[in-house]
């Protein structure tokens, strides 16, 4: 085994759904996924940029603490459920919106009067509910960009109106993350680690720009203490390195192994070494129509090509 630290390789991404996704990435050094893991969900929560509503007015309100004629909700669940709403900025200035509404019926997130520097990514969100026909609401918004959490009092610091009231403000646009680490192999390395990383965005950005802004940000603040220090690094372990580029690419027909062996590894998608060398012996033993019989000759087959 080579003597460098072998850089990590993005796998595969699984697509969850539209703001959902995991992030496979292996094979790693002994003990780099939980590091790898717990540092890049830490940034995820806490360091990604996004928009959120900072201060807000109704007319004809002066304070929180008060109800509306007209309005089944009062100003404090007004004010809550305005937190709820979810936008995505194209301007790191403030944006100023309005929301106007007559008539009774719901209102929502798209009466919101949007313009080019911001989109509501979550037009459902129900706001204020108006029960008289001839009640109006009227609501002037301001929209900040930034990053984690702001306190109810830096956000009335910051005001740009000072008759607004003022809101915390959560900014991260990743709402949960979640990691685990197990073990994987390549040929007869087995003591390798193996990172399957779960993003979940509000919407306003996709899994992979939150996955990847993330990894930037960590190599920012290492490569600021690292200095001039560099380190060589080797490849990803089973990624095509010269010498081996041919036989990693090499067709799983092409193997010599059993029909029964090879069509069960087609079958699964598994087309190329490279492909199977990637797996685990528990991956293999997961897909279907794959006995033990045929995971010893693989095993044997990984031993004889020595990789």
């Given at each position: 085994m080579s003597k460098l630290i072998h850089n990590p390789a993005l796998a595969e991404v699984?697509?969850?759904?539209?703001?959902?996704?995991?992030?496979?990435?292996?094979?790693?050094?002994?003990?780099?996924?939980?590091?790898?893991?717990?540092?890049?969900?830490?940034?995820?929560?806490?360091?990604?940029?996004?928009?959120?509503?900072?201060?807000?007015?109704?007319?004809?309100?002066?304070?929180?603490?008060?109800?509306?004629?007209?309005?089944?909700?009062?100003?404090?669940?007004?004010?809550?459920?305005l937190k709820n709403v979810k936008f995505k900025a194209h301007t790191d200035r403030p944006i100023e919106l309005r929301l106007e509404?007559?008539?009774?019926?719901?209102?929502?997130?798209?009466?919101?009067?949007?313009?080019?520097?911001?989109?509501?990514?979550?037009?459902?969100?129900?706001?204020?509910?108006?029960?008289?026909?001839?009640?109006?609401?009227?609501?002037?918004?301001?929209?900040?960009?930034?990053?984690?959490?702001?306190t109810i009092e830096e956000s009335s610091e910051n005001r740009i109106h000072s008759d607004m009231i003022a809101l915390d403000?959560?900014?991260?646009?990743?709402?949960?993350?979640?990691?685990?680490?197990?073990?994987?192999?390549?040929?007869?390395?087995?003591?390798?680690?193996?990172?399957?990383?779960?993003?979940?965005?509000d919407g306003s950005l996709s899994p992979r720009d939150a996955f990847e802004q993330a990894a930037a940000v960590l190599t920012n603040q290492y490569s600021a203490l690292a200095g001039s220090t560099v380190v060589e690094a080797a490849p990803a372990l089973g990624e095509d390195v010269e010498g081996l580029a041919d036989e990693l690419h090499t067709p799983i027909e092409d193997l010599n192994l059993t029909a029964r062996t090879t069509n069960a590894l087609v079958n699964n998608d598994i087309r190329t070494v490279h492909d199977l060398v990637n797996l685990t012996e528990q991956d293999l033993r997961e897909l279907k129509g794959f006995g033990s019989k045929a995971l010893d000759e693989v095993k044997d087959k990984i031993a004889e090509l020595n990789l």
């Open positions: 699984k697509d969850l759904s539209e703001t959902a996704a995991t992030f496979v990435v292996k094979p790693l050094e002994p003990g780099y996924g939980n590091t790898l893991g717990n540092s890049l969900r830490r940034v995820l929560l806490s360091s990604i940029n996004g928009a959120a509503i900072v201060a807000f007015k109704i007319e004809g309100v002066n304070h929180e603490f008060t109800t509306i004629s007209g309005i089944k909700e009062d100003v404090v669940d007004i004010m809550l459920n509404k007559s008539g009774a019926g719901v209102v929502t997130a798209a009466d919101i009067k949007a313009n080019a520097d911001v989109e509501v990514v979550n037009p459902d969100q129900v706001i204020a509910t108006i029960d008289d026909s001839k009640t109006k609401i009227a609501i002037d918004l301001v929209i900040e960009s930034g990053h984690g959490y702001q403000a959560m900014f991260s646009p990743v709402l949960r993350v979640r990691y685990k680490v197990d073990n994987t192999r390549v040929g007869q390395d087995s003591n390798l680690d193996r990172l399957d990383l779960t993003v979940e965005t």
